[in-house]
């Protein structure tokens, strides 16, 4: 495919993401469509969709529209390419721009410079302080890609360079004493050796460093209230010979988790909802809540255009209905942790001090956040414990 090529077919997938289609499902339906296309021509139109995804509102005001073409020519002036250098008919190339598509907007500013909702703006630059700017242009552009090393497989170093045999170039990062940073490579991993004899994990930074903020020991009985793939489980497990459970709501999400600890070596059993009452109370509950996932926009680009002020609501009703139940789940003694991949205070320490003074049993014992410009997803964690009884 042309350069041309890949930014046109960018911009029908574009459409169906605008018109309510997920863009993964879009992608993968183009891709079967599409059997002409390479993995590079697939890495690139994957590119091009979600750079306009994370910039949308942006890219839409200095492309004119808020279709999938607008986007695409909101994106190259931004970049500073000429259009008629790629709008040009020709072969599979986007149409020839049309007079009114010719006509310069006003560029954007404020939220919509910074790519971020109206409604939200004020929330998050409240939330955010003086780092709220950056944080919003640092949700504009791709997250890095982070790996956890499983240090009961191997140190940082072997892992280092068994990574490199395969191509793929790593640095430590500074949030988490387990992490890397890939700086080469990337698309290489899934086939890497390290990967495969379990080695290491992707999981962000910030996401390993919520797990080291827990007071894990070994015979403790820890469950994963939320835990979805399973990723902090095995984080948990890699860190104290704990007996470790995993619970999700919707247990789907958790049907990798089985194949995923064996092949990093970790022991973990998975309980349905009706088993957790009867195996509890356990010394340490992990709630890694459902949220709006701030933190996370630049790899799920989408939720930010999809949160409303509603959904945003529901969201921390549920957050303050699983604080309660997982708090019914801890041990007298024991810990409680709620996390978020939020940048919100609504969903990270208003959660946390509403629950506290409803429940004057429980004390925060340390809390820390994570902010998307500073290298790392946007995370937060708060670690609380309760009195024992008597």
């Excluded at 993995?39 to 979600?50: G, Q």
């Excluded at 006509?103 to 703006?121: H, V, Y």
């Excluded at 790996?147 to 280092?160: D, E, F, M, P």
């Excluded at 604080?323 to 939020?342: E, K, N, P, V």
Aim: hydrophobic residues 40%; glycine residues 10%; neutral net charge.
């Amino acid at each position: 495919m042309t350069p041309a090529a890949r930014l046109q077919a960018a911009i029908e997938i574009l459409d169906q993401v605008l018109a309510g289609e997920p863009a993964e499902k879009a992608l993968t339906s183009w891709g079967r469509r599409s059997r002409f296309a390479g993995s590079k021509d697939r890495a690139a139109v994957r590119d091009h969709v979600f750079t306009a995804l994370r910039c949308l509102r942006s890219h839409a005001a200095l492309g004119g529209a808020r279709s999938g073409r607008g986007l695409i020519l909101g994106a190259l002036r931004e970049a500073g390419q000429d259009p008629d250098d790629v709008f040009t008919g020709q072969g599979h190339a986007p149409a020839p721009l049309s007079e009114a598509e010719r006509l310069l907007p006003p560029p954007p500013e404020g939220a919509e410079a910074l790519d971020i909702p109206d409604w939200l703006w004020p929330a998050f630059s409240t939330s955010l302080g003086a780092g709220a700017e950056s944080a919003a242009q640092a949700l504009r552009s791709r997250a890095p890609v982070h790996l956890r090393v499983n240090t009961s497989r191997g140190t940082l170093q072997q892992a280092q360079e068994a990574l490199a045999a395969d191509g793929i170039a790593t640095r430590p990062h500074p949030a988490a004493a387990t992490a890397l940073e890939v700086t080469e490579g990337a698309r290489k991993l899934r086939n890497a050796k390290a990967y495969s004899d379990g080695l290491v994990e992707l999981q962000d930074a910030a996401s390993q460093a919520v797990v080291e903020r827990l007071p894990l020991t070994d015979g403790m009985s820890v469950l994963d209230y939320c835990a979805g793939g399973g990723g902090k489980s095995l984080a948990m497990a890699a860190r104290a010979r704990i007996r470790l459970h995993a619970h999700d709501a919707d247990p789907k999400r958790m049907k990798d988790l089985p194949e995923r600890a064996a092949r990093a070596g970790a022991g973990v059993t998975l309980l349905t909802s009706a088993d957790v009452a009867r195996t509890g109370p356990f010394d340490l509950v992990l709630c890694d809540v459902p949220c709006s996932g701030s933190g996370s926009w630049r790899r799920a680009p989408e939720g930010k255009w999809r949160l409303t002020p509603e959904s945003l609501r529901a969201l921390q009703e549920t957050q303050s209905e699983i604080l309660r139940t997982a708090a019914g789940l801890t041990a007298a003694g024991g810990t409680l942790a709620y996390a978020t991949c939020s940048m919100l205070q609504a969903e990270n320490t208003q959660q946390v001090q509403t629950f506290i003074g409803q429940n004057p049993e429980w004390s925060l014992a340390a809390e820390q956040s994570w902010q998307v410009q500073d290298g790392t997803d946007g995370f937060y964690v708060a670690v609380l414990t309760r009195a024992k009884a008597g």
